[in-house]
């Protein structure tokens, strides 16, 4: 005799069903819930369209009948027991009342999360987050020009920081009962912070604010307060000066001594050292071509190619993809670097190391001009372990309107482009700093030849 449960409706005519559960078995009790759950589900579905009551969505789970799974006999799932809906006679698991939940979480949350390899990669935040504590108005302009990719390069960057902190050195005013060597590093702390929350700090930024620490520690307490505020904003100007803008004049000397009369100069996208080094050999009298090789999304190699149209000096301007075109005539391929690390391995624009490395196959010599003050001391194998997304971009910019308007606004289409790669060490001939010619294999030997000053 059939029997209706007034718990959940339920006509139950199987004959199996009218036993307690205890005396079932797993089948049965897995072919059981899961016809309670359908029917819960239609039932749900029937009231929401006659207008009656809103019911709440069965959320659980669909009905079986939609979504079919491949059967896993005995498997259960640890957080929902021995009862819980697991693979039985219908063909259906565990697995899909949590994908089903899964796949409606991300579709509601949006599609653009990204690869989950590349789930790490430091974000842009957007130009309207809101600084946390008592940040200083420059360093809130300074974090809006990081974020937005106004302000790019190793260099401009260290320069571009140290600028802000003087100002914010100088409206600074030490509280009652407290040190100007004390407060004010914790002061700094929160406006570095803000900055890393712009965007990641480079090791260009992390070297020079420790150095300026170092320095803010060291203080006379005895000073007057002005007197020690003008000190640290004259050992600024000195650290920008001297490890900065004179390494690079050094550099400059070096290795425009690599080229000659006729030489074909490869460079990739665009560093300022580089640019210098070209500028100052071709003012030099020495006369030779360059070959501008760029790349998306930042085609940062159109601002060289301008500085050295406008110098008279003979350009060519080309894609990455087209380098093995050209690779066989160049004589010398000059590169900078975002930072080198104690390995010999070489941090810097993305497609540096396909550059370096298809030179090296051609057996032509790969120079790194890089200043020391970009050293680091940790040992990177890869870009993966951390790295940057370029701002976003149109990268169908250049195809037909026709063909551009196919690929825009799509919830599908995300683009992935991480900023910097690494050029391993026997990619490299030799590294130009301040300091002198130094081979891969020796980098670790800068703090040494500096007195451990980095």
Known sequence: MSSASPSNGVVQNDPSQSRPQKQMTKAERRELQEKQRAAKAAKATAGSQSGGPAAKPPHSVAPTSQIPRKSTKGAETPSQGRGSLAAGSSGTSTRTTKDSRVAITEEAGGRSRGLRIFSHFALQKPASYVPKGNVHPAIVHLGLMFAEFRICGANARCIATLSVFKRVIQDYTTPPDNTLSRHLITHLSVQIGHLVSARPMSVTMGNAIRQLKLEISGSDIDLPEQDAKDALCNKIDNYIRDRIIIADQVIQETAMKNIHDGDVVLTYARSSVVQKVLLEAWAEGTRFSVIVVDSRPMLEGKRLLSVLAAASIPCTYLLLPALSA?????????????????????????????????????????????????????????????????????????????????????????????????????????????????????????????????
């Open 326 to 454: 050209v690779i066989s005539e160049v004589s010398i391929v000059l590169i900078g670097a975002h930072s080198i690390h104690s390995n010999g391995a070489v941090f810097s624009r993305a497609g540096t190391a396909l550059v370096a490395m298809m030179a090296k196959q051609h057996s032509v010599p790969v120079v790194v001009c890089c200043e020391t003050y970009k050293f680091s001391e940790g040992v990177r194998l890869d870009s993966f372990t951390k790295n940057e997304l370029a701002p976003p971009g149109d990268p169908f910019l250049s195809l037909p309107s026709s063909r551009s308007k196919t690929t825009q606004n799509q919830s599908n289409l995300e683009i992935l482009d991480p900023l910097y790669d690494l050029t391993p060490p026997s990619s490299i001939t030799a590294v130009v700093t301040e300091a002198g010619v130094i081979p891969p294999d020796s980098i670790s030997s800068i703090p040494l030849a500096l007195g451990r000053l980095i």
